[in-house]
């Protein structure tokens, strides 16, 4: 069940005497919309108004619409901060509210696995969802013996993993615990580091090593290579989101692509989607904006959408395949 402290953003709202706020609310909260907006609304007096277009992380954040709107504050559920925002922001993350008999089995389960393979320690990391629980998960684990650290990353809370930030799972541990579901995270993290990754969920109290799903994602993107290294004209993609905006990377793809006698052009918007996409007399796409786009929506796209990274294999720049970090 997902936690939301709606009292913090109250406190923000009333410190900064705010008239107009500007709610934002990831895709998975949009039914409590209506119950959020209200109960901001009258504890604070301030006019809510609610961004509907997707918000898929505080990276995304529409300081454009807030001045539209002359909000005096942007509240933000769902995500840390990510960037500084020049517009007076207020990130509300949330929390999963799991029993704790559920995370010590788990982290039992855990230290189990990691003894059989001979693994005496390793760093523990998860989306923010988790991070309240990776204390308690790490005195579980050293209950058992194994040798548990709970990693500083860059620009993202203490054990906090990003689909484009993996820093938090730098480590000179044996292997990599990642507390949560899901398989997007920890496949990031088996390709940003050659240790052996383990996926600890408290929700189905279960830890398993993360092994045959990697096979089966390269092969999956290596077939999207395989097709765009046919391609003569290429399309890249910026993100206009500030937090994903990358224009010096696609100006250096650009570059990249016609070292190769290849063509190269560039195309920018709020929101990348496949309708979008349509009609554009391009051979493959090279998103510079959120990798989740490439990695998870990519069998929505009619043309091979590539990473930066699998661009360089296209053009035999590289050969081993890695994720994307900001």
Known sequence: MLKINLEKAVSAIREKKAKIVLLELPEGLKTRNIAIAKELGEKTSAQIISRIDPCFGACGLNENMAKQANADLIVHLGHTQFFSPETESFFVPLEYEIDRHKIKETMEECAKQLKEKKIGSAVLCSAIQYTGYLEEAKKLLEKKGIKTEIAEGKGVEKGQILGCNYSSAKSNAN???????????????????????????????????????????????????????????????????????????????????????????????????????????????????????????SSSYAKPMLTPNELKIVLGEKKEYSTDEF
């Open 175 to 297: 292997a990599i615990v990642f507390l949560g579901d899901g398989l997007f995270h920890p496949l990031g993290i088996a390709f940003s580091s050659e240790k052996k990754v383990f996926i600890a969920n408290p929700l189905e109290k279960e830890c398993r090593a993360l092994s045959k799903e990697k096979g089966l994602f390269l092969k999956k993107r290596f077939a999207v290579i395989s097709q765009a290294m046919e391609a003569q004209n290429f399309g890249i993609l910026i993100s206009s989101k500030k937090g994903q905006f990358r224009m010096k990377k696609a100006l250096e793809l650009k570059g990249l692509i016609e070292k190769h006698h290849k063509k190269a052009f560039l195309f920018t918007g709020d929101l990348i989607k496949p309708d979008y996409l349509l009609g554009l007399e391009i051979d493959a796409f090279v998103c510079t904006a959120c990798p989740r786009i490439a990695i998870d929506d």
